[in-house]
């Protein structure tokens, strides 16, 4: 599961690795926001199918592993 979740950080506390880091938790409180602003606004629009929300969902979520991944690959956290 380390690779969903960084369980053992690495000791190495270089620039890089900092950088990598910060962009992680930045990509993926922007996927959180993009969640709730996108749910809210369909919520409203009114004419959403429960698909609507699956599907962006999903594309929310996508957007979250990718800066997991690159934690994962650039740092090996």
């Known amino acids: 599961m380390n690779w969903l979740w960084p369980r053992k ?29 996108t749910y809210l606004s369909l919520y409203e629009t009114g004419g959403a199918d429960l698909i609507a929300y699956f599907a962006v969902t999903f594309v929310w979520l996508a957007v979250a592993l990718f800066g997991r991944g690159l934690r994962y690959i650039l740092v090996r956290e």
């Not at 690795?17 to 938790?25: E, F, G, M, N």
């Open 9 to 37: 950080l690495t000791s190495d506390d270089r620039a890089w690795v900092r950088v990598v880091r910060v962009a992680h938790w930045c990509i993926l409180g922007f996927a959180v926001f993009g969640l709730i602003v």
